[in-house]
């Protein structure tokens, strides 16, 4: 044969992550042959929007696409194989193993339950729901929602208007965002948290505001375990979560009790890891395989603030870390700077966000770290609509920036973003509380409460040191 | 007298700024002896509520005042001489001539029409609005929106029920907020502008936006003058605005063409200034005089874009030179670090920002600038209430960022303040790209608007230097 070989790049996983990859390699390198392998239905869609589907905020799972599947193939030339499950991979042979059993091939180039040979591998498979180890998991009115396949199955549930109860186990992102939705649906749902408080990624002054919100919606039981799921006599009954001994009658049940990274193909093929079994990559996202690159919510990445890797799941960073992995894997440049954990989330009619590092990660990070808590509004008070913002700032006792946390009706989601910017620039307090921010009466106050809360952690600095303010 | 002479800090100007540098300089000096002339009725309100009371969002003028003045006598023991205008500065007696004929003085250290003697002087006289030398702009009913006082006059009129048709001068911030105003209140309104667009402190593309929302609730003419407003034969008649020649009926007029500094008494007391008549202070808000400060729109700042002293009259910068001054003043230690120029107004539905310096602005200071502009959404695409937002960075070819504007229904406002504190913290458009932003869908796209037009700025970069993105 005269032509040459045809380099292939593999990408397992057709989520956000995998999809950016496959999309970035196609950019970098028009001839290269591109395959996805996705285990699910759907591709090119984010864990973020499934609660606002189920909700019945947005109409149909096609909406969360950000392309059909259509798209990818036809005009990005991107082999893009649904309902196909990787099992294993063979990094000395270049080669991942297709399940058998799934529906056929939908290209010449490789048949299920066989080898499928690669020059290039990025791997981003996500992560996964932890599921308890209890019983009753198992029925089918129990769900957790990383998949956009069983959030149409939950859906379709709710619209048989046989669930008038549910009982949500979690009090993390997705489990309020999830308690939302379906408080939305116009079920009746209680939320059971085993720790004491919601939210656990912000600090307990930002939380308690979440936690008094999420009251005035759905019954909250804080420090309390779910220990099983009884299924009742009849399949048709009411299912019974059983807290702390109590039992909560529910016709549905979601677990959210958090995830962990899916890397067991990785690990299994030697990858370096993490304890938390996140997988180590450099910064064009390879990992300790040769050849095999990872990206999205699986791999761990540099966490700016705390200056080593750290797992940190969330959106933005997965989309940028496959498009690096695509691109770097297709023979380009592009690198991963890291991260510094920055988050909102909706929590019904609040917004809380959070960046860097709260107290109890700051001191556990070994940081002589405090926290300044400050109140102001997020519009002119005069101004029809300002309501009380929160600001929490994290720093240390010399005044260096480590986080922040904001919540309030309005105006904390995109401010947290002054705080992630200011903790990428290696900001102090005092630093942050010389910016010249924007100023209109329907957008802030004159002085805009990052501001404020930057001021008076500098004012206890300088009482700190016994200087001025 | 063995009683030891008390030190007096007096200070020129009731503004925010002014009664900023009262209040710091009372924290500093629980001692001093703290009086505030003001030549008007009202003191501690800044001029960027004043359209919202015009339209009636704002009921009452003392919604405005982020204090009574009684606060200000009784809790803080500050001496606020309201309707006290100041003649004259005579920095090598240290005293200022209030004027004569003024009603009695209420504090018995000083007589209206006589000298008040000074330690340390505050000046923060703010800025006049620019009146342009043609004939019928004294009429009662042609107005210059720069004071409560005369805001009061203004909406007495509008209630009066004789004002159907205005003419608002001038289509930058004040001219537009207050056309919005009029809208609000009723009033058909004409916007004349002389300049081929609205707001002249942004780019061409963003001003179009603005442009087109403004043109969807008033009549605007751009790229024409007023000539003369001509009041008629009667004086409750109708007024006219020539416009080129056409004749515009109006019962009311605005005049908002810009303000200029209004330091007269410091330039006849002989204080260093710029060419546009703002005084040159450092970093303590000290002027060229000994012992006397300047504070708030009357003061050059360092603009930290351009590396020099520039004149940008803006409400939080107001606001913190004052405070600067006056702890200063008073004997403490403090100091203002410069502005980037951020500025954010609601325009109609519209919010439009801006920070740093526009593309004209940049090639005038002599930079290799270039500008990327990139379309974006509010939220995610799927997510209700999702808009267009329109990202322009400017930026040297090799790729630092000099300024950013936005635009559009919601999320321009606070999305400046990352763009500025990216210019704090010296940023190129490749660092802005980095920068971990929040994502949720009801607040963002997974790649923020800002990170959207930095990503491209980016490429644009490596299409310029041959290098991948």
Chains 1, 2 share one sequence.
Not at 219 to 231: F, I
Not at 250 to 259: H, Y
Request: charged share 20%; hydrophobic share 45%.
């Amino acid at each position: 044969m005269m032509g040459a070989r045809v380099a292939r790049l593999v990408v397992i996983g057709g989520g956000a992550a995998g999809m950016s990859a496959a999309s970035a390699a196609r950019r970098t390198d028009p001839g290269l042959d591109v395959v996805v392998c996705e285990a699910g239905g759907f591709a090119a869609y984010g864990m973020c929007g499934i609660p606002y589907y189920l909700g019945g905020t947005v109409p149909e799972p096609e909406n969360l696409l950000a392309y059909p599947p259509s798209a990818f193939r036809e005009k990005r030339g991107i082999d893009l194989r649904l309902h196909t499950r990787v099992t294993g991979i063979d990094p000395a042979a270049r080669q991942v193993r297709l399940a058998a059993g799934t529906p056929a091939a939908r290209a010449p180039s490789a048949t299920r339950g066989e080898p499928l040979a690669y020059d290039a591998l990025v791997v981003s498979t996500g992560a996964d729901p932890v599921r308890p180890p209890m019983p009753g998991l198992d029925d089918r009115r129990v769900f957790t929602i990383r998949s956009l396949d069983e959030a149409i199955g939950l859906r379709r549930l709710l619209a048989s208007g046989t669930v008038r109860r549910a009982v949500v186990v979690g009090a993390g992102y997705v489990g309020l965002e999830t308690a939302e939705a379906l408080v939305c649906a116009g079920v009746d749902v209680d939320v059971v948290e085993a720790l004491p408080g919601v939210l656990g990624t912000v600090d307990e002054p930002v939380a308690a505001l979440a936690q008094a919100e999420v009251e005035r919606h759905v019954r909250l039981r804080l420090g309390a375990r779910l220990e099983a799921v009884d299924r009742g006599s009849t399949p048709a009954g009411c299912l019974t979560a059983v807290v702390e001994g109590e039992e909560i009658p529910a016709d549905l049940v979601v677990i959210a009790v958090g995830v962990r990274p899916a890397t067991d193909l990785l690990i299994q093929a030697g990858a370096r890891h993490l304890p938390d079994g996140s997988v180590v990559v450099d910064a064009g996202m390879r990992t300790s395989l040769p050849d095999v690159f990872a990206a999205g919510d699986a791999v761990a990445l540099p966490h700016l603030v705390l200056g080593r890797p750290a797992w940190v799941p969330l959106g933005p960073a997965a989309n940028k870390t496959g498009r690096v992995a695509g691109t770097v894997a297709a023979g380009g440049t592009a690198s991963f700077r890291g991260v510094v954990g920055t988050a909102v989330v909706k929590v019904f009619g609040l917004e809380v966000a959070r960046t860097g590092l709260g107290l109890a990660e700051a001191q556990a990070a070994g940081l002589d770290a405090v926290a300044t808590d400050e109140v102001s509004r997020s519009r002119a008070k005069y101004y029809p609509g300002s309501s009380p913002l929160h600001v929490r700032l994290v720093h240390t006792r010399e005044g260096r920036l480590l986080g922040g946390q904001l919540a309030g009706r309005e105006g904390a989601a995109k401010r947290v973003d002054v705080l992630a910017t200011a903790l990428h620039a290696g900001f102090t307090v005092e630093d942050l509380a010389a910016l010249d921010l924007s100023y209109a009466p329907p957008f802030a106050p004159v002085y805009d409460p990052v501001l404020a809360a930057a001021i008076k952690a500098a004012r206890g600095l300088a009482a700190f040191t016994g200087g001025s303010p």
